[in-house]
DNA sequence: CCTGACTGTTGCAATATGTGCAACGCTCAT
DNA sequence: ATGAGCGTTGCACATATTGCAACAGTCAGG
């Protein structure tokens, strides 16, 4: 909508690729140079861009503490938080906490396994859409069209033999977790690990955020991992429903 | 210098204090409530921007995924990563890489503790650049006049009662830093943790980044932290060898 | 030491671009 | 039903952005 403001975002995702110098960007902008220079220049004065010692720009320091900030003022998050501690602490897994947002999930807070043999994930890195199990949870809550959009333009890694093959039987299993209102993932994504995972779910009963617990087979099996299902849930339903009770609006203006 | 864009960046940092709707977006900017609405939509479609059920906006799931990506991409932690896994299996401790940039001090790579108790930090997140050990290895390679104008400017806030008070005792600080090469942080930012930092260095000799071992008096005194400065400095020594060797640039394209 | 190629930078004039306005549609509460 | 409050659209004006061309600085090679 905004030529000028669209031609500067665009830089962003550029950069994130890598460094690159004045010219460089100018060609894949397809703009002149000064524009360019005139683009990058208000970008850094923001901070969101910083030039190097070999002149060229990368991404900025501000960008990672806007991402930071913005996280750590999501409402679901502040509230689920003491939650997902106490969940770790009963059963000693890692804890994961994620929402959907346009076409992904990404997780907003993690509370580490108390166990040496940890799992990798971070804050803020967009999950396995077509395996994670509270990927499953935020999908299957979606309004039919939308699903199905998302569903078919997705890719469908196989990470391992047992991942979703393809947007049909994701589609089927996207059902049958509707239906159950938990879900699982069993190696779908790292052979040696599973997770279960239940939905957190606002006043109207849409499903906000999905938290989840995973763990490596070499610490327990999937059955016993399983047993701890209606601890999961019955955090998830703490958590919602202090959620829908009362909306905590910061008003500090 | 690009008024349009200046505007919508501005709407960021702005929603990364918490959700606000369109009217409160475009009073805050000083603009017509239509030119809000455009700025919006258009770091909308970029996906910095997210509209949330109750329409007001917030800062959109992209942002996280660029600094993720931006973060990934960095040359020295890319290089530095195995260095720190090593030296978190030789001592067990929490291993921290953080670099400089326009004022802040942050953290781009961290290897945890294998200590049940563990210091609070986030990748990404500014440090507290009066106290921490990096930060000083950072600060103290500054050219002086910049340094000057950064220890000026900065805040001392008192973390407790061992946090450095005021800007000429950072700078005392920070002389001593930089001739004796190495840094730390005995409780200056949380009673109880103590740091050990020293610095990586490019080819030119300047400081690129620092790395620390952290450890909570709990688990290891003060004094056996030091014990592990020598491999510490050795550790952050062959990084500067290896980042120094080449310059891999990415040319991909 | 000079030359030429390359990069980043500035001033300027033309016009495409973003702006504020006013009117519309919508939802929600009274 | 009625009105207030919010987001949204079309339009005419003029401002802010653009590409150009010329400049400055750096580096490599002859």
Redesign the pocket.
Known sequence: M??????ALSILPLLAEGPA???QVADRLG?????A???LRTLHEHGLVYRQSD??YRLGARLFALAQEAMENLDIREIAHPHLVRLNEACGHTVHLAVYEENEVLYIDKVESRYPVRMYSRIGKPVAITVAAVAKLLLADLPEPERRAVTDQLDYPMYTARSTPNAEAFRRELATVREQGWATDLGGHEESINCVAAPVRGADGRVVAAMSVSAPNVVVTAEELLTLLPLVRRTADAISGEYSGRTPIKETT
């Open positions: 905004s030529q000028t403001v669209d031609r110098d004045l010219g703009v002149h140079k000064s524009t220079l005139r683009l002149q060229r």
